[in-house]
């Protein structure tokens, strides 16, 4: 076999690219094994440069049926949603009777795929406690359950044998594996058949199992951008895509934009602002668009209903406006509800809900036999789709109705709605969409190469394979990746570690999906500042994103673009780092605030110090005239004479041009240790996870630890003990903790200095969120004329 190393950059697909060339113009047959998401993407690099007749994209399970049509193969095939119910169906029988959750059989049917890909049978399943001994039963029954019907693995298995075996004479001349991370034994076993059949096989991957070639590299050229919030962020980059289609030359198709799952619904949004067609390349699951949310949420009202359920019924609006305003959810509670209301106001809302619910209730006035039962619960399934307009004309009714008949195998008549409910919003499917600008999300974008691509959000823990250990079998029972091709025939029952950090792939996919490619991260979010994914954005310092140009006429007044009335002046240097972190992480980058209370000297009337605060402050006066403290003072803190003469109060070390401040701090010997004054009692986990995310604090630790000095981080609460948050313990590794220390604290360092550049860019004008909620100054601002 040829293979390969695919070092994520294109250079492996353009090696066999040339070859599969040069034998269909020798009139020869090509198959391009790929994933089912990337067909169509091969097909089009397959035809770049001309016709290429007798090549063929395919993937494995179209193999797999070929193989099985062409011996004459045929019987009953299990879908994945079929699977499941199979699953579901053993676990009740192992459970006498006891009816599965769907998440409980789904948990076995990934574990039971896993083992089956990996050719584990169910008596040779590593067994080391209790689940894994369940896991080996479940199979076990799940293997009698399903009889003589083929599963996805077992029709994988089959083709492998029948090639090996002879039963199939060749439909191509070559078989090129693209665009994978890794291939399993199964599928493995298939392409070694082809080969002996006399096929050419190539086969590209970043980990090959044999002896390959590492064909030349292919340049990408990488910049990084950093935004200041995600929506400045994606304006940013569908701006700069417009752009590249208006004047920049690009066809759609040579651009694609990847972005995190959680963020592909707001990306489509925002891209019909702009009048820009993206061609959604992901999986989706029925439930993830607005006829499956709308079904499942019609499913889960019976056992769950919320005040905004109620308003997917126009009959229940009524009350579902009494609910709200009330709070209310839970059946009793909303039948209470509707009884008030129509004692009240003489209405029927308590007979219209129990008419709803009545019809939502797919066993009500269904027959005692099974058979006529059944038939009656897919007639009720059929009904609640097509009685409305949404789901009837849906893409996905069928998608939903098939859905229901593996609910129904499954849950039976009891579980039905659940089970189907469960299976729209796991069972993913992919929808063929027309050209435009590839939208992906990680899991497309192995195998593929683009023009220039575009990379959205890129921060830490965003772009992730989600490699997590499995519920059955530990770690210390699996072997190396390396390993597993070696003895999986010599020795039965293994299987590949599952933490093998893998992301490293995924990011060098990513850096390298196209000849130009553009990263870029938002600073901050919400509630939070925002790191970036070092190893995805490279060490190359990012550029700032500059101001978003309005793209849609929507968005404009007579096309000319919109501008404020009055322009923002900007903010007077700030008095302190404190008057930083309120602006950031209080005031949510409200400019008009900061520059009432910075330049105008306004204040709320209340004062907004805390009496702990004050009293703390007499303290400090008291330490600097060099005066007795009030006895009375000294014991509501919980501190000594000897220990009030040691400790300096807000002391402060240099940040650039500002003092940064702290409430306290003290050295003894070569340790220092910072202190942080409060009115409750923590304990040492809630102490850290106060002085998480502090500034002040640990920017002062850092300057005592580049003087060589071991420091500690304590809060100090109203009338108790102070409490460490923070230090070395002398039974670990001291040289790792300051390390890991002051790592911690040069991050908090990048956090204040960039928030630092956030003020001396900000204009004294209103940020709109949910920090207006308890902002002094709504009588003032003019945030209702800020255009959202």
Known sequence: MNWLIDAADGGASERMLERARELTAQKRRVWWLTLPSN????????????????????????????????????????????????????????AGGRMPAPGEARL????????????????????????SRRLQRVYAAYERAKGEALDPDDVARLAAD????????????????????????????????????????????PEPPGPAEDPPRLPAAVAVWRAENPV?????????????????????LELALVVPPERLEATKMLAREYDLYLMDETYHAPSEEEPGKLLVDLLRFPDHPTAEGLFLFEELAPLGRAALARGLAGLDAIRKLARQLDEAEGGRLAPTLEAVLASLDPLAGAPAEDAARRAHLLAWAERLVDGRPLLAQSRWREVFLLRAREALEAGGPEGFRAWWA???????????????????????????????????????GVYTLDEREDYFIPEEARRPWSEVFERIYAERGVLPRRLRGRDVHLWRSLRALADEVVISYPEADGGRPL????????????????????????????????????????????????????????????GFRSWLEAREGLRPDED?????????????????????????????????????ERLTFFPGVSFGELTVHVHAGEREGRTARVYRFGEEPLTEAEVRERLRDRWAEFIVAGTYLRRGYAVELWYWPLGGPPVRGYGADPQRDREAWVRKFQEMADQRRRWAER??????????????????????????????????
């Not at 290429?52 to 009953?76: I, M, P, S």
């Open 39 to 94: 067909r169509n993407f091969a097909l089009r690099r397959l035809a770049a440069r001309g016709a290429t007749l007798g090549a063929e994209a395919v993937h494995f399970q179209q193999v797999h049926q070929r193989v099985l049509a062409q011996a004459g193969r045929t019987g009953t095939f299990l879908s994945t949603g079929l699977r499941v119910a199979r699953v579901g169906e053993a676990l009740r029988e192992l």
């Open 108 to 131: 076995f049917a990934r574990a039971i795929a896993e083992l089956k890909r990996f050719e584990v049978a169910p008596e040779e399943v590593p067994v080391g406690d209790g689940e």
């Open 162 to 205: 029948l090639v090996a075996e002879g039963a199939w004479r060749p439909e191509t001349d070559a078989v090129f594996a693209a665009g994978f991370w890794e291939l399993s034994p199964l599928a493995l076993s298939l392409l070694t058949a082809m080969e002996r059949a006399g096929v050419e096989v190539w086969a590209s991957l």
């Open 232 to 252: 400045h962020e994606l304006r940013w980059v569908l701006a700069e895509i417009k752009r590249d289609l208006l004047v920049g030359g690009f066809d759609p």
């Open 422 to 460: 469960g299976l729209l919003e796991r069972v993913r499917l992919r929808a063929r969409r027309p050209g435009g600008v590839a939208l992906l999300s990680p899991r497309e974008v192995s195998g593929r190469r683009y023009r220039k691509a575009y990379v959205l959000g890129a921060s830490e």
């Open 531 to 590: 790191e970036p994914e070092r190893d995805l954005v490279g060490a190359d310092e990012p550029r700032p994103m500059g101001p978003v140009p309005l793209v849609s006429r929507a968005l404009s007044r007579e096309g000319s673009g919109y501008r404020a009335p009055r322009e923002g002046v900007p903010l007077p240097a700030p008095s302190g780092l404190s008057q930083v972190y309120r602006f950031e992480r209080s005031y949510g980058g409200c």
């Open 608 to 644: 907004e110090r805390p009496e702990w605060y004050r009293a703390l402050e007499r303290l400090a006066e008291a330490k600097r005239e060099g005066r007795a403290p009030d006895p009375e003072a000294l014991a509501r803190w919980g501190m000594t004479p000897a220990h009030f």
């Open 755 to 788: 928030a630092l550049e956030r003020w001396r860019a900000a204009r004294a004008e209103a940020v709109p969120g949910w920090h207006c909620r308890s902002c002094p100054f709504a009588d003032v601002c003019r945030k209702d004329e800020v255009e959202t």
